[in-house]
């Protein structure tokens, strides 16, 4: 069974950056989709970015210029870099992972990782 653990989160100051890990533990089907969602205080769970086997992205529109997602298959990784972070990124963000397997389609999560953005 497949694990996600993120790792990375904390607190920046606005105009500041982080990166976000997450390792993948277990064995990916081969048809899969990464992605990182996050979710504010009072809001919904919402997409920031995500990305195929193949290295196709997806952002969202808050993010598109900022944020930069990527993947390490062979170390079973996914990034997320957060440049010129703004007080409204402040969140706990996901890493997801949704796989194509026989008969079904897995969707994993992982616990979390806070990141704040303040002064």
């Known amino acids: 069974q497949v694990q996600l653990v993120e790792s990375g989160g904390g607190l920046v100051q606005p105009g500041g950056s982080l990166r976000l890990s997450c390792a993948v533990s277990?064995?990916?089907?081969?048809?899969?989709?990464m992605g990182w969602y996050r979710q504010a205080p009072g809001k919904q769970r919402e997409l920031v970015a995500s990305?195929?086997?193949?290295?196709?992205?997806n952002y969202g529109d808050s993010v598109k210029g900022r944020f930069t997602i990527s993947r390490d298959n062979a170390a079973n990784t996914l990034y997320l870099q957060m440049n010129n972070l703004k007080p409204e990124d402040t969140a706990v963000y996901y890493c997801?992972?949704?796989?194509?397997?026989?008969?079904?389609?897995?969707?994993?999560w992982g616990r979390g990782t806070q990141v704040t953005v303040s002064s």
């Open positions: 997801n992972v949704k796989e194509v397997r026989p008969g079904m389609l897995n969707n994993t």
């Open positions: 277990g064995s990916l089907a081969s048809s899969n989709l």
């Open positions: 990305i195929t086997t193949m290295g196709r992205t």
